[in-house]
């Protein structure tokens, strides 16, 4: 099993919509958890990050959190074409951030 | 705060010469940075920890030769890619781990990029 996963496919949503992304990890005593956004050709940018269970909400982003399940989303509210983009969950364990592969997402105008 | 300052940009080079690129931390001390590799379409490949008066850790299958990596002082590190070849044409990504505890606790912040193509 991969340390952190990312298995949707790309996700497209019309504008306006909400966002879902999810992602799992592997090492049960994570406490760190991350959701980067990455434009084509650009490098990772830090958005979201949250330490404990349940939600954290910072503008339209809001990241979930669940370590009995072990599972980490992120919603993205009243989506914006400027929101299409890879996004990144990253997980801190083992001393060293392990990403997973990522979910493109395409906001349709 | 937490700018990372990455050159250069990209870089068009010559098979078989050397590519050095710097990664700066510019309001902030990291005693450990990452670099990143990145193909087209593809997810962030860890190449190395670097960590600040030590050796650097490199990830399975990285060539520790041919990727030298210098981290000097707590706000400069330095990839070189030596004997530069087409397969190694790719984007390379630095970060940097803020030193301490606050609100930048465990938080990795990239640099731009390096877009790297060997002829």
């Known amino acids: 099993q991969k340390e952190v996963e990312q298995n949707s496919g790309p996700l497209s949503v019309p504008e306006g919509a909400i966002a879902s992304l999810n992602c799992t990890y592997s090492d049960r005593v994570s406490q760190s958890f991350f959701w980067y956004r990455q434009y084509s050709g650009k490098s990772p940018e830090l958005i979201m990050s949250?330490?404990?269970?349940g939600d954290k909400e910072d503008g339209r982003f809001t990241a979930q959190l669940n370590k009995a399940s072990q599972y980490v989303s992120l919603l993205i509210r009243d989506s914006q074409p400027s929101d299409s983009a890879t996004y990144l969950c990253a997980v801190r364990g083992n001393n060293r951030l392990a990403f997973g592969k990522g979910n493109q997402v395409v906001v349709i105008p | 705060g937490a700018v990372v300052s990455q050159h250069p940009s990209w870089v068009i080079c010559k098979s078989g010469t050397s590519v050095k690129i710097e990664c700066r931390s510019l309001d902030f001390q990291a005693t450990t940075m990452f670099w990143y590799r990145q193909f087209p379409k593809q997810s962030l490949m860890l190449m190395a920890t670097?960590?600040?008066?030590?050796?650097?850790?490199?990830e399975q299958g990285v060539e520790k030769d041919k990727f030298l990596i210098n981290h000097a002082s707590l706000t400069l590190s330095t990839l070189t890619v030596t004997s530069a070849h087409p397969e190694d044409s790719s984007f390379y990504i630095c970060s940097a781990e803020p030193y301490g505890t606050g609100d930048l606790r465990e938080k990795l912040f990239f640099g731009s990029g390096t877009q790297l193509s060997v002829l």
């Open positions: 670097s960590n600040e008066g030590s050796k650097a850790t490199y």
């Open positions: 949250i330490y404990s269970n």
